[in-house]
């Protein structure tokens, strides 16, 4: 198999969108191209994949999208964490600040 300078790409793009997800959910300070906020990492995210399947779709074209598992996984799991996030870090934050309300347990 060899190197491919636009596979690197997509997959690097894939997986940063998924810190900046991450971050800008949990609002944590972190430098993205749109600055710090929470807001802007979530919008670099987006970004990051938008421009994962525009290099994609000129490569292979978006058919050829099932055909790829590692493609196909690294989207998968970001699309579970935008569509679960939210809600699982609501969860756990709650448990989290009642444990410490307690005394830590």
């Known amino acids: ?14 997986m940063n969108a998924m810190p900046h997800f991450l971050f800008g959910l ?11 906020s929470p807001q802007g990492n979530i919008g670099y995210g987006l970004l990051n ?3 994962a399947l525009g290099l994609f779709q000129f490569r292979y074209g978006l058919q050829e ?3 790829h598992g ?3 996984g690294a989207g998968a799991v970001i699309l579970i964490y935008l569509v679960t996030g939210r809600f699982f870090y609501q969860l756990f934050q709650s448990k989290d600040e009642s444990q410490q309300q307690d005394g830590g347990a």
Do not use: C, N, T, W
Request: proline share 0%; glycine share 8%; aromatic share 26%.
């Open 70 to 72: 590692v493609v196909m």
């Open 26 to 36: 949990f609002k944590i300070r972190f430098l993205s191209a749109f600055g710090f």
């Open 1 to 14: 198999m060899e190197f491919s300078f636009i596979d690197f790409l997509i997959g690097f793009a894939l």
């Open 49 to 51: 994949v938008v421009a």
């Open 65 to 67: 999208f099932l055909g």
